[in-house]
């Protein structure tokens, strides 16, 4: 049984921090295409960063300097390390697995609100 458990989240101020992670278990995370997706109220789901087995990364144009993903293979684990959040920042963020039709999990969400 493939679990995607996410933490991390929670409430921050404008400029401030947060470290998102994604447990995982039932998958190996350092062959598997890890990623962060966000979904704001109203709005649709939409990829924030991705890293492949090969440790290539991509990340959404509005985060791209200010967030980073990385895997700790020992722990099989993916992380999502956020800085200099914006209120334009609040969403659900999931973290997702893939590898090939029929391989893909989902994680069940974490809220990530920025406000003062």
């Known amino acids: 049984q493939v679990q995607l458990v996410e933490s991390g989240g929670g409430l921050v101020q404008p400029g401030g921090s947060l470290r998102l992670s994604c447990a995982a278990s039932?998958?190996?995370?350092?062959?598997?295409?890890m990623g962060w997706y966000r979904q704001a109220p109203g709005k649709q789901r939409e990829l924030v960063a991705a890293i492949t087995s090969g440790d290539i990364t991509n990340y959404a144009d509005s985060v791209k300097g200010r967030f980073t993903i990385s895997t700790d293979n020992a722990k099989n684990t993916m992380y999502l390390q956020m800085n200099s959040l914006k209120p334009e920042d609040t969403a659900v963020y999931y973290c997702?697995?893939?590898?090939?039709?029929?391989?893909?999990?989902w994680g069940q969400g974490i809220q990530v609100t920025v406000s003062s």
């Open positions: 039932g998958i190996i995370v350092s062959i598997y295409t």
């Open positions: 997702r697995g893939y590898r090939g039709y029929g391989r893909e999990y």
